[in-house]
């Protein structure tokens, strides 16, 4: 079983769309979190961080639940824009090094 | 501001040559830096990283290695590249200590033929 996991999609959309990601992790001493955001044939970027009391940006909403050791992202009223790939981060510690990457969920949102 | 330069941007090696891959990092000091591996459609997969000058740590053998000779500076190696060693290759830098948020930099893509 991979350390993180997430559905590939793709997740297909039209605009105006509410869509919501998973991410499952295995390791519960899994201390942060974090959904990154990445487009085709281009760097990731941070897209925000995850905590328990869960933390919204604009559209995007992300949750962590501990207990069920998932993480989600629901992103409302989806843009055109907002299509790409978007990975899952968990972060075993403060230490360098301990960082896993989901390998991602794509996102097409369509006119 | 910090910012982060990875070049080059794209790649073409035959099998057996030898690979340099440099990234820099302004703006900060004693970073964490990081060397990642990304096959297509695939999540990132940690190569190599450094806490300090010459200070690396591999995460998984392989036919590449790295070195950090001036803080700002993260430069990944090998001496003969094999075909499975093509892929998407992403420098990133982290605040010491700061739960690890990784900024990227912009990637090289590596053909190896």
């Known amino acids: 079983r991979k350390e993180v996991e997430q559905d590939p999609g793709p997740f297909n959309v039209p605009e105006g769309a509410t869509v919501a990601f998973n991410c499952t992790y295995s390791n519960s001493a899994s201390q942060s979190f974090f959904w990154y955001r990445q487009d085709c044939r281009k760097e990731p970027k941070l897209l925000m961080s995850?905590?328990?009391s869960g933390n919204e940006d604009g559209r995007f909403t992300a949750q962590l639940n501990r207990a069920s050791q998932y993480i989600s992202l629901l992103i409302r009223d989806s843009k055109l824009s907002d299509s790409a790939t978007y990975l899952c981060v968990v972060n075993k510690g403060t230490n360098a090094g301990k960082s896993t990457f989901g390998d991602g969920t794509t996102l097409t949102v369509k006119p | 501001s910090q910012t982060i330069h990875q070049w080059p941007a794209t790649l073409v090696q035959p099998v057996g040559s030898p690979l340099s891959l440099e990234c820099t990092v302004e703006g900060t000091s004693n970073p964490n830096l990081y060397w990642y591996r990304q096959a297509a459609g695939r999540g990132l997969q940690l190569l190599f990283y450094?806490?300090?000058?010459?200070?690396i740590s591999s995460e998984v053998p392989q036919n590449l290695s790295a070195s950090r000779p001036q803080d700002r500076q993260f430069i990944l190696s090998s001496k003969k590249l094999l075909l499975s060693d093509s892929g998407f290759y992403l420098c990133?830098?982290?605040?010491?200590?700061?739960?690890?948020?990784?900024?990227f930099g912009s990637g090289t893509q590596l053909s190896v033929l």
């Open positions: 995850v905590y328990s």
């Open positions: 450094s806490i300090g000058i010459d200070q």
């Open positions: 990133a830098w982290a605040p010491t200590g700061a739960n690890e948020k990784l900024f």
